[in-house]
Nanobody
Framework: QVQLVESGGGLVQSGGSLRLSCAASGSIFSINAMGWYRQAPGKQRELVAHITSTGMTNYRDSVKGRFTISRDSPKNTVYLQMNSLKPEDTAVYSC???????????????WGQGTQVTVSS
């Protein structure tokens, strides 16, 4: 099994910054990709940012230039630096990873429990 543990959410004023972290642990042979999704009340979950094992990144348009995703591969950790936050960024942010599991070498996807980010106006 693989576990994803997030940290770093909270309440911040509009224009402020937060940094989310997500550490993966367990039966990991390798991590193919990691990313962050978010879901606001009454809305569908949406991709925020994604990073591959080779460092390729992609972002949803509304966060480009404000958010930066990065990863520390030896620590199996992904970060999301969020700057110039807006009230519309308020959501539960969840970490995601596509992992090759050690025991089986199967490729599986895993999710963290989610962390609340609230941006006040």
């Amino acid at each position: 099994q693989v576990q994803l543990v997030e940290s770093g959410g909270g309440l911040v004023q509009s224009g402020g910054s937060l940094r989310l972290s997500c550490a993966a642990s367990g039966s990991i042979f390798s991590i193919n990709a990691m990313g962050w999704y978010r879901q606001a009340p009454g809305k569908q979950r949406e991709l925020v940012a994604h990073i591959t094992s080779t460092g390729m990144t992609n972002y949803r348009d509304s966060v480009k230039g404000r958010f930066t995703i990065s990863r520390d591969s030896p620590k199996n950790t992904v970060y999301l630096q969020m700057n110039s936050l807006k009230p519309e960024d308020t959501a539960v942010y969840s970490c995601w990873a596509r992992v090759t599991v050690s025991a089986t070498y199967y490729l599986n996807e895993y999710w963290g429990q989610g962390t609340q980010v609230t941006v006040s106006s």
